[in-house]
């Protein structure tokens, strides 16, 4: 079956440690896309990738990095420097004119 | 940059129509997504509209006019099952990168009552 996956579904870090999030596609899209979602609010861009090797810097890009080495794969790093990580992370994949998501990882940071 | 608005909750009765409603301001547009997210869920894809005009699919039809910056999400027969928030998101040319952003609106909370 095709689609996009995300692990893991729930994550538990310590402050002041980094943790990467993994994200895995086999629709052969071209783009992918990192978004944050905290309670009540709408989706922000962390990161997108258009193609291989190449990455942009969304909106709320401090704190996180990326790599886009394979098609399929876009992991996002959460790292110490990240001050509210906190937060619901939403992986995407598109072609023109569709997109799909992940099923999501909630990160915690205890 | 890009602006998205959308109403931030709605309420309608189970068996009617809604419409909801999406504004935006940007360059570059090259197509607008709508989504449907249920409460602690990820996103799931409802159409994409690229030009003028109306696409039904099934219950759903989402309408797009560009020279409007404007979009709505139409949902017939409303079913329990759909109180949900709907997300509004627009592909644009980010010209600092040359390549395309999908940016969201902050999602209309829909919610179906008896």
């Known amino acids: 079956d095709g689609g996009i996956t995300q692990s893991p579904k729930y994550l538990f870090r310590k402050e002041g440690q980094n943790v990467t999030l993994s994200c895995e596609q086999n629709?052969?899209?071209?783009?992918m896309y990192w978004y944050r979602q905290d309670p009540g609010q709408g989706l922000r861009l962390i990161y997108y990738?258009?193609?291989?090797?190449?990455?942009q810097k969304g909106d709320i890009a401090e704190g996180y990095s990326v790599s886009r080495e394979k098609k399929e794969s876009f992991p996002l790093t959460v790292t110490s420097a990240q001050k509210n990580p906190t937060a619901f992370y939403l992986c995407?994949?598109?072609?023109?004119?569709?997109?799909?998501f992940g099923q999501g990882t909630r990160l915690t940071v205890v | 940059g890009q602006n998205i608005d959308q109403p931030t909750e709605m309420t309608a009765t189970e068996g009617a129509i809604v419409q909801i409603n999406c504004t935006y301001q940007?360059?570059?547009?090259?197509?607008l997504f709508w989504y449907q997210q249920h409460a602690g869920e990820a996103p799931t894809f409802l159409s994409y509209?690229?030009?003028?005009g109306l696409e039904e699919k099934g219950r759903f039809s989402s309408f797009l006019s560009r020279s409007k910056g404007y979009s709505y999400l139409l949902l017939k027969e409303l079913q329990m099952k759909d109180s949900a928030s709907y997300l509004c998101?627009?592909?644009?040319?980010?010209?600092?990168?040359?390549?395309?952003?999908?940016?969201f609106g902050k999602g209309t909370k829909l919610s179906v009552i008896p």
């Open positions: 995407a994949s598109s072609t023109n004119t569709e997109a799909f």
């Open positions: 629709l052969n899209h071209d783009a």
């Open positions: 990738s258009q193609i291989v090797n190449d990455f």
């Open positions: 940007t360059s570059g547009f090259n197509g």
């Open positions: 509209n690229v030009l003028d």
């Open positions: 998101a627009v592909r644009a040319l980010y010209s600092g990168a040359g390549s395309y952003q999908l940016t």
